[in-house]
């Protein structure tokens, strides 16, 4: 993305299960359970659990995707993230990875390298935030850690959990260890964003505040449920204040913004911000109070964007012709 640090939004977030929660250890069990709670060895040599940063960006990944497909049915404005572009099945067209489509087109003209600005704007929405095979994305996640209250672990029956959610259990026992009471804290950040992505976050930042996100294994059989609360929400623009909330495309030029294919703000009568706290070139705007009023132009941005967004037909484009236009 842009070589220059633009702007950055700053989050502090607590995860509390609701229901049981297991994030599995991929690591052979403690005491014999099939299944564990991935531990990690933070301070000391006591494992605590935890939950690693890419099951949580995965989660968030997944939501926003959701989010998307439901604000567009044809064509699916989003890539189904591991779909080769030679294996759509029924239903799956035009929806085959950006990475993916990029690096066969890389293979296919033995090209070396596409540039980033050209990466990002053939990208799906998804794409543009999270990343994918050819970058990084904007949207970083730290694993989350213990916080108080003391975490409670329990065994649990495999089988007596599907009988507690009344579906049929049939099949071999099984042991699950499960994380009945604690709370995790971690960070969220995005780098140079463009003001719709402020948009999706904060859909999906109200449902994990609302209790409609679950976690880890088992989200179809009660388990997983989790409530997120927002503790620290930041936004921080370099070397300039800004007149109301807005992103990338108000801050870059008109050549930045055809490079990237920055989408324009759509003009809100009015987008707020609270005074900044001015540090020399680094202005840091506090929204942690009213968050999801302060977004809502995001939201509005979010929607018309993914409506009109021209992904696939661009990346066909680009690929049918052999390079940029
Ligand atoms: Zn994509």
Same mark, same amino acid.
């Given at each position: 993305?842009?070589?220059?640090?633009?702007?950055?939004?700053?989050?502090d977030i607590r995860?509390?299960?609701?229901?049981?929660?297991?994030?599995?250890?991929?690591?052979?069990?403690?005491?014999?359970? %099939?299944?564990?709670?991935? =531990?990690?060895?933070?301070? &000391?040599?006591?494992?605590?659990?935890?939950?690693?940063?890419?099951? /949580?960006?995965?989660?968030?990944?997944?939501?926003?995707?959701?989010?998307?497909?439901?604000?567009?049915?044809?064509?699916?404005?989003?890539?189904?993230?591991?779909?080769?572009?030679?294996?759509?099945?029924?239903?799956?067209?035009?929806?085959?990875?950006?990475?993916?489509?990029?690096?066969? !087109?890389?293979?296919?003209?033995?090209?070396?390298?596409?540039?980033?600005?050209?990466?990002?704007?053939?990208?799906?929405?998804?794409?543009?935030? +999270?990343?994918?095979?050819? +970058?990084? &994305?904007?949207?970083?996640?730290?694993?989350? !850690?213990?916080?108080?209250?003391?975490?409670?672990?329990?065994?649990?029956?495999?089988?007596?959990? %599907?009988?507690?959610?009344?579906?049929?259990?049939?099949?071999?026992? !099984?042991?699950?260890?499960?994380?009945?009471?604690?709370?995790?804290?971690?960070?969220?950040?995005?780098?140079?964003?463009?003001?719709?992505?402020?948009?999706?976050?904060?859909?999906?930042?109200?449902?994990?505040?609302?209790?409609?996100?679950? /976690?880890?294994?088992?989200?179809?059989?009660? /388990?997983?449920?989790? =409530?997120?609360e927002i503790c620290r929400?930041?936004?921080?623009?370099?070397?300039?204040?800004?007149? &109301?909330?807005?992103?990338?495309?108000?801050?870059?030029?008109?050549?930045?913004?055809?490079?990237?294919?920055?989408?324009?703000?759509?003009?809100?009568?009015?987008?707020?911000?609270?005074?900044?706290?001015?540090? +020399?070139?680094?202005?840091?705007?506090?929204?942690t109070?009213?968050?999801?009023?302060?977004?809502?132009?995001?939201?509005?941005?979010?929607?018309? !964007?993914?409506?009109?967004?021209?992904?696939?037909?661009?990346?066909?484009? +680009?690929?049918?012709?052999?390079?940029?236009?």
């Amino acid at each position: 993305m842009l070589k220059k640090l633009v702007n950055q939004a700053n989050l502090d977030i607590r995860i509390t299960p609701l229901d049981p929660l297991l994030i599995r250890s991929g690591q052979p069990t403690v005491g014999g359970v %099939d299944m564990s709670f991935v =531990r990690t060895y933070r301070f &000391g040599d006591r494992a605590q659990p935890y939950i690693p940063g890419s099951s /949580l960006k995965g989660v968030l990944r997944s939501y926003a995707e959701k989010i998307c497909r439901s604000l567009r049915d044809q064509p699916v404005p989003v890539c189904l993230p591991y779909l080769k572009p030679d294996d759509a099945a029924d239903g799956e067209t035009g929806q085959a990875s950006c990475g993916l489509r990029l690096e066969k !087109y890389k293979k296919d003209h033995t090209v070396k390298m596409i540039a980033t600005n050209q990466v990002y704007r053939l990208s799906c929405p998804i794409c543009r935030l +999270f990343g994918s095979h050819n +970058f990084m &994305g904007r949207l970083a996640t730290a694993d989350a !850690y213990l916080a108080d209250p003391p975490a409670v672990l329990e065994i649990r029956d495999g089988v007596a959990i %599907d009988r507690h959610t009344g579906g049929a259990a049939p099949g071999a026992k !099984y042991d699950l260890e499960v994380l009945t009471r604690g709370s995790f804290t971690t960070t969220v950040e995005i780098k140079n964003f463009e003001r719709w992505q402020l948009g999706l976050l904060a859909l999906v930042l109200r449902d994990m505040e609302d209790e409609l996100v679950r /976690l880890g294994f088992g989200k179809s059989r009660g /388990l997983g449920r989790v =409530r997120a609360e927002i503790c620290r929400f930041q936004l921080v623009s370099y070397n300039a204040g800004l007149a &109301g909330l807005s992103g990338l495309a108000g801050r870059c030029s008109q050549e930045e913004i055809d490079a990237y294919g920055l989408f324009p703000e759509t003009p809100a009568p009015e987008a707020p911000l609270p005074e900044p706290q001015r540090d +020399f070139l680094r202005f840091t705007y506090d929204i942690t109070a009213g968050w999801r009023q302060v977004l809502e132009p995001a939201v509005a941005d979010l929607v018309t !964007y993914v409506s009109q967004v021209p992904w696939p037909q661009d990346l066909d484009e +680009f690929v049918r012709r052999g390079g940029p236009a």
